[in-house]
C-alpha cells in the first residue's frame, strides 16, 4: 500500500490594515487563530500556524486532504471573513480588500485569496520553508527560484547531489493568458530563462524533482487584478518549500537574497522596488509604502505536524517557526535595498521608477491621451 501523502497549504489574503497598508490589527490574527483551532478539533487540519508579511495575513495550514480541499479552503475563507468583519468594525484601511466574491464555492482559486500547496510522501526529515511576499507580483519569486534550481554556482547540490544533478521540472504560467508549460532543466535551462525574463506575463508555479522526490516549490501565481477586472492591490504571493537531500538545502535557499533584486509592485503596485528580507514583525511598509518586504520562516515538518523551536507535541498554532531573515546577517541586504530604492525614486514619474503602461496599476495616462488626440500633429 502507498504511504499517504501529507499535504502543505498557505492561503493568504489582504483584508484589512492600520494606517494605510501598513498591518492586521491583532484580533484580526486572533480570531484566524481560533477559527484553525476549532477544525483541528474538527479534524479537518492536522496543524496550522497563523502569521502576517506587512498588511497580508497567511495561513500556514496541514492536512491530509489533498489539494484543493473544500473543508480547508472553507477554513481559510471563513478566517479571511472573520478577520474582514472585525476590520470593517474598525474602519480599517481596504478591509475585505481581496475577497472578490459573496458567493465562495468551496476553493479560493477566483475568490481572491491567493493560494501555493503540495502534497508529497513526507520524508524521515523534512524541512520546509515559507515565503510570504508583501507588495509585490508573483513572478518576484521566478529570479530567485532560477537562481536556487537552475544555477549551480549557486547552488552547489545540482553539482554534488545525485538526485539534484538529475534535474528539476519547471511548470511555468502564463498569467495574462492562463496556460501553462512544463519544462526541464538542465535541457532546457536557457529556453526557461528566456521564457521568464518577461516577468509582467511568465510565472514559476512549481517546480518538481526529477529524482522522484514530489514537488520542491510551489508558489501562489494569482492575480487579483486580471480576476477583479480592476486594481485592488497587488497579488502579495506566497511560495512553499521542501529543503534538503536531494532538494536544495535551506542555505542556498536563503543566500541569494543577499543579492539585490527589482521587482514590480511597490507604492500604489506601480513602481519597481528592491526586495527587502525581514522578520515579519519588521514587515510593516514603512518607506514609500514598502520596500517589497520578503519574510521567509523555517518549520520541520513531522508526522503531518508543524515542530519548530516550542517543545515536541505542542499543536494548535502556538509554534515558535525558525525566522530565517531575522538579526543583523541581512542588515547589508537590506541597506542594499534601501540604497536601491532611494535611486529608484529620484526618478519620480520616469521609468524605470514607475513600470511600463502596461502593467500600471493606477494611470491617468488614457485619459491625457484622450484629451490631447485632437491636438497631436502629423510631423512632415
Known amino acids: 500500500m502507498a504511504e499517504e501523502k501529507v499535504t502543505v497549504s498557505i492561503i493568504k489574503a489582504d483584508v484589512g490594515s492600520i494606517c494605510g497598508h501598513m498591518m492586521p490589527h491583532p484580533a484580526m490574527l486572533a480570531a484566524a487563530k481560533e477559527i484553525l483551532t476549532d477544525k483541528q478539533k474538527q479534524g479537518i487540519l492536522e496543524d496550522f500556524y497563523v502569521t502576517r508579511v506587512g498588511d497580508d495575513i497567511n495561513l500556514f495550514m496541514t492536512h491530509y486532504k489533498g489539494e484543493g480541499n473544500k473543508e480547508v ?6 478566517c479571511f471573513q472573520a478577520a474582514t468583519k472585525i476590520s470593517k468594525s474598525m474602519h480599517l484601511y481596504a ?9 465562495f464555492s468551496g476553493n479560493v482559486k477566483g475568490a481572491g ?36 534550481f537552475l544555477d549551480p554556482f549557486t547552488t552547489t547540490g545540482l553539482v554534488i547531489d545525485a538526485r539534484a544533478k538529475k534535474g528539476f521540472d519547471v511548470e511555468i504560467q ?5 496556460k501553462r508549460v512544463v519544462m526541464s532543466s538542465p535541457e ?85 522596488g528592491a526586495f527587502f528580507p525581514c522578520s515579519p514583525e519588521d514587515s510593516n511598509p514603512v518607506y514609500y509604502d514598502g520596500p517589497p518586504r520578503i519574510c521567509c520562516l ?15 507535541g505542542v499543536k494548535g498554532g ?21 540604497k536601491a530604492c532611494r535611486l529608484l525614486r529620484a526618478q519620480g514619474p520616469f521609468q524605470p521608477s ?11 495616462r488614457p485619459a491625457v491621451l484622450k484629451d490631447l488626440k485632437s491636438r497631436f500633429e502629423k510631423i512632415e
Not at 73 to 78: G, V
Not at 95 to 103: E, K
Not at 174 to 178: A, G, I, K, L, R
Not at 354 to 364: D, P
Open 73 to 78: 479552503h472553507t477554513a481559510a475563507w471563513e
Open 95 to 103: 478591509a475585505g480588500q481581496d475577497i472578490l466574491t459573496d458567493a
Open 113 to 148: 485569496p491567493g493560494s501555493a500547496e503540495m502534497s508529497f510522501v513526507e520524508r524521515p526529515s523534512e524541512p520546509m520553508l515559507f515565503f510570504m511576499a508583501d507588495k509585490t507580483e508573483p513572478s518576484a519569486y521566478s529570479p530567485v527560484l532560477s537562481r536556487i
Open 174 to 178: 502564463d498569467v495574462m493568458d492562463h
Open 188 to 272: 532546457e535551462t536557457l529556453s526557461i530563462l528566456s521564457l521568464l525574463g518577461d516577468t509582467s506575463r511568465y510565472a514559476i508555479k512549481r517546480i518538481c524533482s526529477r529524482a522522484g522526490l514530489g514537488p520542491a516549490a510551489v508558489v501562489s501565481t494569482d492575480k487579483l487584478n486580471l480576476t477583479a477586472g480592476r486594481y485592488v492591490g497587488k497579488d502579495d504571493p506566497v511560495c512553499v518549500c521542501r529543503a534538503q537531500s536531494g532538494f536544495p538545502s535551506v542555505g542556498e535557499y536563503t543566500q541569494v537574497f543577499q543579492n539585490t533584486w527589482l521587482v514590480a509592485g511597490w507604492m500604489r503596485g506601480s513602481h519597481n
Open 298 to 312: 523555517g518549520f520541520q515538518l513531522v508526522n503531518g505536524h508543524l515542530q519548530g523551536m516550542e517543545p515536541a
Open 318 to 338: 502556538d509554534h515558535q517557526p525558525v525566522d530565517l531573515f531575522k538579526g543583523d546577517t541581512w542588515d547589508n541586504a537590506r541597506s542594499n535595498s534601501i
Open 354 to 364: 514607475i513600470l511600463g503602461a502596461e502593467e500600471m496599476e493606477y494611470t491617468s
